[in-house]
């Protein structure tokens, strides 16, 4: 079955950098787009950053446009979020979503667990 494990996540200082992976399993991972999805505290999903099947194209959130890179390497399996510049509001759980699919009446995909990012002085 589909897995997908994030790791990464923990307490930074505002101005700081993290670094998300995600390891997928259970699919063939090269064939799919992959996304990052957030959630903070008290607040609804925030859809982060998607990258193709191949990592040729990759689409941000204005929110973090300028700040954030996501990658993959297909060869292992994995996607990435580089996060520079953190800010106190991009604290959550950041999520890792095989296939995201976002309808008005919700949202479907494989989703991972999740890992805490907090940015706090």
């Known amino acids: 079955q589909v897995m997908l494990v994030e790791s990464g996540g923990g307490l930074v200082q505002p101005g700081g950098s993290l670094r998300l992976s995600c390891a997928a399993s259970?699919?063939?991972?090269?064939?799919?787009?992959m996304s990052w999805v957030r959630q903070a505290p008290g607040k609804g999903r925030e859809w982060v950053s998607d990258?193709?099947?191949?990592?040729?194209?990759?689409y941000y959130a204005d929110s973090v446009k300028g700040r954030f890179t996501i990658s993959r390497d297909n060869a292992k399996n994995t996607v990435y979020l580089q996060m520079n510049s953190l800010k106190p509001e991009d604290t959550a759980v950041y999520y890792c979503v095989k296939d995201l699919r976002r309808y008005a009446t919700g949202w479907s995909g494989s989703w991972g667990q999740g890992t805490q990012v907090t940015v706090s002085s």
């Open positions: 259970g699919f063939t991972f090269s064939s799919y787009a």
């Open positions: 990258i193709s099947s191949r990592g040729l194209s990759t």
